[in-house]
């Protein structure tokens, strides 16, 4: 009996294919994981191979002290910031990780991405604030990042990518929707003008989604 059902391996396999659909991810770029509170551990994507040829099987199922439970590959380079995510937000059950390009855009300029749409601003509990770039492939990457993030469920990797969270994998994969929809209004906007931007704390929202 696997500590990840197939369900679950089988539902994180179809969202990693729907990134590459909505043009989050390219080639082997991004990770998915979610939390597996019953058994101290989370799954998540093997690193370096393609979404189109993974099957549930090659999942990992890592636990919060890196031990590898299951699993023939190698967990993804970036499974130290997931686990350090898991850590620091007890509301956070699944982590998305992709490399949008819009998103990136702002993160090649070190600039937020703004409240310009307002299913972004609910999702993420305000603008998406910038990691500067560092390494990823480490814990105190992930400990920065989470200072940068905050209560947010979205932050931008300078030079790199995006991260989401969310307290399940549709809500985590919402969000990086959201961010990136919103990166290419802000992106749009900007060329032809300033862009009126809402704020998630006057908005009125008690709940993220
Ligand atoms: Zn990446």
Redo the contacts with the bound molecule.
């Keep these: 009996m696997s500590l990840a059902s197939k369900d679950l391996r089988e539902e994180i396999i179809e969202y990693c294919l729907a990134s590459m659909r909505y043009g989050l991810n390219f080639n082997t770029?991004?990770?998915i994981s979610v939390r597996l509170p019953e058994h101290d551990a989370i799954v998540v994507t093997p690193t370096d191979l393609e979404y189109d040829k993974m099957t549930p099987d090659d999942l990992v199922v890592v636990g919060y002290d890196g031990t590898i439970l299951e699993g023939n590959r190698g967990p993804s380079s970036?499974v130290t910031v997931h686990q350090v995510v898991y850590q620091r937000r007890p509301d956070v059950n699944a982590v998305v990780?992709?490399?949008p390009v819009y998103s990136n855009v702002f993160g090649a300029l070190g600039r937020p991405i703004e409240g310009v749409l307002v299913n972004m601003v609910i999702y993420t509990r305000g603008a998406v604030p910038i990691m500067p770039f560092q390494q990823?492939n480490n814990s105190s990457f992930g400990e920065a990042m989470c200072d940068v993030m905050g209560e947010r469920n979205a932050v931008i990797?300078g030079n790199?990518?995006l991260l989401t969270v969310g307290p399940n994998l549709r809500d985590a994969f919402k969000t990086s929707i959201a961010v990136e929809s919103a990166a290419k209004v802000q992106h749009a906007a900007l060329s032809i003008g300033t862009p009126h931007v809402l704020e998630y704390d006057k908005l009125g929202f008690t709940s993220a989604l």
């Design positions: 770029q991004g990770n970036e990780h992709s490399e990823s990797w790199h990518g």
